[in-house]
């Protein structure tokens, strides 16, 4: 049968996409019940899926809410359990508006938390731990509403959060460590529970307690790499004293959710679902920068969980199988129970539409989920590949800053030594200036000094002579000449007296000079010295930076061929499932269309028409789309 043989007045009816508003309510709600039951065993993953899409398609929470008033959560332990940990799971990985929907409903998890936190015995604390994660992670998100359900944050993100000023990341580490409290202290609770209990993680009950931790694995592990991050920021910009309290809540929450890790990594329930990261075995030393260069980010991967991960369910909302037609039995038309068969057949058919529709819907679902899981494979590797590139990028900014310092000390070292030899060699000159002219000075002295002794002598005989001549009676005339001579003596002595001080003096002067032209040298001496060992530190450092920068570089083409493998690998397994999807619509076309088929069709062909078209033309738009996505992959490998 093709789009052609169909009427014209059946083509022109309007074709609905998704099923009828009250179908689809009624599977949102029996998802929800087969999710919150008291039996003791996980959920399972294919219905939280069936409620997520729910979301999505509702834009909210609203239905959710709406179908749990339905369930009494105060009747039973595990009915409570569950819902903390369905509710859980649809805040991390639901429509974004769902974290705002529950917002209103704080109070009644508080309530709940408080009820159950009453039965110290059995499961009651679990209860009351895991309400209060989920009024932390509420109000969390209230506060920081950039950051998504899933607790993934960039790098860019991150600084974008602090753009206001440093108190934002310091109110920021406050909540993600109260967060990561109350994480621990629900983990803390389930494995001593299961300790008294003597559970098995590979039991339903084990189980039942055991996979929320996944989702708190998840949770932690993104706000344990955004804890350390604000932290080396909070200690580049702020005084240490004033983080001193950060620094002792750190510590001991390292310490616990290293063991919380280290505990899950040997529980063989989680070796099939979970890859758990590990820590490393010293904390980060936030005090030196460059230890920023050493952490790893932990990383968690979800492995896609298996069709007996729990105890099989007969009326499964996703396990309707379709119809063989080839059990159909030949019925004799009788004309006195025509009209019986007429309707039973009719029955039978609305029952054949409405199988293939819930297989379209599950097909859609499943094509949107891989899409989803591509598209989030996809961001987290470009996210990472930009988070490299800007740590190389920083990493070369920093090194040409250094080269440059470094340039610019050893032009100033040149210039200070320029100078100070030219201030050795002035000062030398100068000083061996004023020693020639002392000398020079102290040489007329000398002269003059030898000068006035002749004169003293030559006095000396004056003054004999002139004693004699006295004695002959010239005395009066010789008492004159002498005293001339003395007062002339006299005079020149106090001459030299004064030019004698006046020389010291100036040699005094002429050693201070010297004395301060000395502490100049060695203040310069310590200053060259400073500077080449500023120079050689340095070069360390810029030793160090193209060291960072090569590994840095390996890590990115590691990562690089990483996605291009994960990339190549999800296009092969998304092209496979379209060509398995297209033999499948194929086929039920083919066995529509069979006489077979036909031999049992007693109805009128306007009423099959009627039923079939939707069907017919939601299968053709399912052919058409998957013949695009294979083009689409072939057009883009052959650009690439």
């Known amino acids: 049968m093709t789009a052609a043989n169909i009427p014209k007045n059946l083509l022109r009816r309007p074709s609905t ?14 998802a929800l019940l087969k999710c919150i039951n008291a039996q003791e065993c996980a959920v399972k993953e294919k219905h939280l899926r069936t409620l997520i899409l729910g979301t999505y398609n509702d834009r909210g929470a609203g239905l959710f809410w709406a179908n749990l008033t339905k369930i009494q959560l105060e009747s039973n332990l595990v009915i409570s359990w569950k819902f903390c940990h369905v509710l859980h799971k649809l805040l991390r990985d639901g429509e974004p508006h769902v974290l705002t929907d529950s917002l209103k409903y ?3 998890l508080s309530a709940l938390g408080q009820l159950w936190g009453h039965l110290k015995e059995g499961g009651g604390m679990l209860i009351k731990h895991y309400c209060a994660v989920l009024v932390k992670k509420l109000i969390f998100h209230q506060h920081n509403q950039q950051i998504p359900g899933n607790v993934s944050l960039t790098e860019s993100q991150l600084e974008a959060l602090g753009s206001e000023g440093v108190d934002n990341w310091f109110e920021l580490s406050v909540e993600v460590m109260d967060y990561l409290d109350a994480i621990l202290q629900l983990q803390q609770s389930v494995f001593n529970s299961l300790d008294k209990s003597r559970a098995s993680s590979m039991t339903p009950s084990g189980q039942c307690r055991l996979a929320p931790l996944i989702l708190c694995i998840l949770d932690s592990s993104s706000l344990y790499d955004i804890l350390v991050k604000l932290m080396f920021k909070l200690y580049a910009c702020l005084p240490e004293k004033e983080l001193v309290g950060h620094s002792d809540r750190f510590i001991p929450i390292f310490g616990k959710l290293k063991q ?5 990594s040997n529980l063989q329930y989680f070796k099939f679902l979970v890859s758990v990261p590990s820590l490393p075995e010293n904390p980060p030393n936030f005090v030196i920068a460059s230890d920023i260069g050493n952490y790893v980010c932990p990383q968690v991967l979800v492995h896609e969980r298996q069709g007996n991960e729990s105890p099989s369910d007969s009326q499964s909302v996703e396990d309707v199988k379709l119809v063989d037609f080839n059990d159909f039995r030949t019925v004799e038309t009788d004309p006195s129970i025509t009209s019986s068969i007429s309707a039973s057949q009719e029955t039978e058919k609305d029952r054949i539409i409405n199988t293939l529709r819930h297989e379209l819907d599950d097909t859609k679902a499943t094509v949107f989920r891989i899409n989803q899981e591509y598209a989030l494979m996809n961001q987290q590797s470009r996210a990472q ?4 590139e800007e740590s190389v990028a920083h990493s070369k900014e920093m090194l040409n800053q250094m080269l440059e310092e470094n340039e610019r000390y050893r032009l100033k070292n040149e210039q200070l030594e320029n100078e100070k030899n030219q201030l050795i060699d002035e000062q030398r000159e100068n000083t061996q200036n004023q020693i020639v002219v002392l000398e020079e000075k102290f040489q007329k002295m000398k002269d003059a000094y030898r000068n006035l002794r002749e004169e003293h002598i030559k006095t000396l005989k004056n003054l004999s002579q002139a004693q004699k001549q006295l004695e002959d009676g010239n005395a009066d005339k010789l008492e004159t000449e002498l005293c001339k001579s003395e ?3 006299a005079n020149e002595i106090h001459q030299l007296k004064l030019e004698n001080e006046d020389l010291h003096a100036r040699v005094c002067f002429q050693e201070k000079e010297m004395q301060v032209m000395q502490i100049n040298i060695d203040q310069m001496a310590e200053q060259h010295a400073k500077l080449e060992s500023k120079a050689k530190d340095t070069d360390a450092c810029k030793v160090e930076l193209e060291k960072q920068i090569t590994s840095l570089d390996q890590q990115l083409t590691v990562l690089k061929r990483d996605c291009e493998l994960n990339r190549a690998m999800l296009k092969d397994h998304f092209l496979t499932f379209c060509k398995l999807l297209s033999d499948a619509m194929n086929d039920t076309l083919k066995e529509i ?11 009128s062909a306007e009423y099959f028409f009627s039923k079939i078209q939707p069907v017919q033309e939601n ?3 399912m052919r058409s789309l998957v013949a695009e996505k294979i083009s689409g992959s072939k057009l883009s490998d052959g650009n690439n």
């Open 106 to 108: 704080v109070s009644k």
């Open 385 to 388: 590949m930009l988070e490299l």
């Open 593 to 603: 269309e069979s006489p077979a088929f036909e031999q049992h069709v007693t109805c």
């Open 619 to 621: 299968i053709e738009n």
């Open 260 to 264: 919380f890790y280290a505990s899950s």
């Open 17 to 30: 996409m998704m099923m009828d508003r009250e179908e689809y309510e009624k599977l949102q709600s029996a």
């Open 487 to 489: 007062q002339e003596f």
